[in-house]
């Protein structure tokens, strides 16, 4: 029994629910105090390089989340036209196997992600008309996780898609994914560096916001770390893994240092 039901399908909750999580989790991120001893950039630093103005970064993520919401509702209803029966019964897998769907899915979509995220750097045609956009962002900040082109959006949801069809996994569980997805996404993004109880998903996970900071600053990072959301052995088995290390500033704040 799941708060939603009898309301909306599970299919529509999977559709939903990440958009809703996304301005939710940003807006937390977006409300939190200044917290300028734990980002990972200073203050000039930001003013320098996010040359994009704000209202703009959330028209790019509506139009994203838009593509999103059309490409997941026009893909689940090819494969199940009842998608929106609230009284459909759908039999949950036992939890291991749910959690055994969760990882599977996660190793597909840091493959999607890798390898569509290199290709679009390596291929000058694609990074100058298409990537480029999310690299306007050079200091990444919670907000502006999904500021994307119109068509890298598709081609991240198609992702998305691939993940559930291929884990297998039933559109409740679909739900508790993408909305994971959707937070570890921001978390990366988010420039900050927060004490270590505070960074739950960046323990977990070798991906975290100073790895994926190497790749957003400066132009001899976006060569590397090009693995996301998850974890980080794609970039390592391609020889296009960064170390580093996090040190804290004398004036506050923290910076991601090369150690290549």
Same mark, same amino acid.
């Given at each position: 029994?799941?708060?939603?039901?009898? !309301?909306?399908?599970?299919?529509?909750?999977?559709?939903?629910?990440?958009?809703? %999580?996304?301005?939710?989790?940003?807006?937390?991120? =977006?409300?939190?105090?200044?917290?300028?001893?734990?980002?990972?950039?200073?203050?000039?630093?930001?003013?320098?390089?996010?040359?994009?103005?704000?209202?703009?970064?959330?028209?790019?993520?509506?139009?994203?989340?838009?593509?999103?919401?059309?490409?997941?509702?026009?893909?689940? !209803?090819?494969?199940?036209?009842?998608?929106?029966?609230?009284?459909? #019964?759908? #039999?949950? +897998?036992?939890?291991?196997?749910?959690?055994?769907?969760? %990882? %599977?899915?996660?190793?597909?979509?840091?493959?999607?992600?890798?390898?569509?995220?290199?290709?679009?750097?390596?291929?000058?045609?694609?990074?100058?008309?298409?990537?480029?956009?999310?690299?306007?962002?050079?200091? +990444?900040?919670?907000?502006?996780?999904?500021?994307?082109?119109?068509?890298?959006?598709?081609?991240?949801?198609?992702?998305? #898609?691939?993940?559930?069809?291929?884990?297998?996994?039933?559109?409740?569980?679909?739900?508790?994914?993408?909305?994971?997805?959707?937070?570890?996404?921001?978390?990366? =993004?988010?420039?900050?560096?927060?004490?270590?109880?505070?960074?739950? @998903?960046?323990?977990? @996970?070798?991906?975290?916001?100073?790895?994926?900071?190497?790749?957003?600053?400066?132009?001899?990072?976006?060569?590397?770390?090009?693995?996301?959301?998850? @974890?980080?052995?794609?970039?390592?088995?391609?020889?296009?893994?960064? +170390?580093?290390?996090?040190?804290?500033? +004398?004036?506050?704040?923290?910076?991601?240092?090369?150690?290549?």
């Amino acid at each position: 029994m799941v708060f939603w039901e009898g !309301y909306l399908s599970d299919d529509a909750m999977s559709i939903i629910a990440p958009v809703v %999580v996304y301005w939710l989790y940003a807006g937390v991120y =977006h409300m939190l105090p200044p917290l300028d001893d734990y980002r990972l950039h200073t203050k000039k630093e930001f003013a320098a390089k996010d040359v994009v103005p704000l209202p703009t970064v959330v028209k790019g993520v509506l139009i994203q989340q838009f593509i999103q919401t059309i490409t997941l509702a026009s893909s689940m !209803y090819l494969m199940d036209n009842s998608m929106l029966s609230t009284s459909k #019964v759908v #039999v949950q +897998p036992s939890f291991p196997v749910q959690v055994w769907q969760f %990882v %599977v899915a996660m190793l597909v979509m840091d493959a999607w992600q890798y390898f569509v995220h290199r290709h679009m750097h390596t291929n000058k045609f694609l990074y100058k008309n298409i990537h480029s956009q999310h690299h306007t962002l050079e200091v +990444p900040y919670a907000c502006g996780a999904l500021y994307a082109h119109p068509l890298e959006s598709l081609i991240d949801t198609l992702g998305g #898609v691939v993940c559930f069809l291929i884990s297998g996994m039933t559109a409740r569980t679909a739900v508790y994914f993408f909305c994971f997805t959707t937070m570890k996404a921001i978390d990366v =993004h988010s420039g900050l560096w927060l004490p270590t109880g505070f960074r739950l @998903f960046q323990r977990l @996970f070798g991906n975290n916001s100073a790895y994926h900071d190497i790749h957003h600053y400066g132009l001899r990072g976006r060569k590397y770390n090009y693995a996301q959301p998850f @974890f980080i052995f794609w970039d390592k088995l391609f020889g296009t893994y960064m +170390p580093y290390t996090v040190v804290k500033r +004398p004036k506050g704040g923290f910076k991601v240092k090369l150690l290549n």
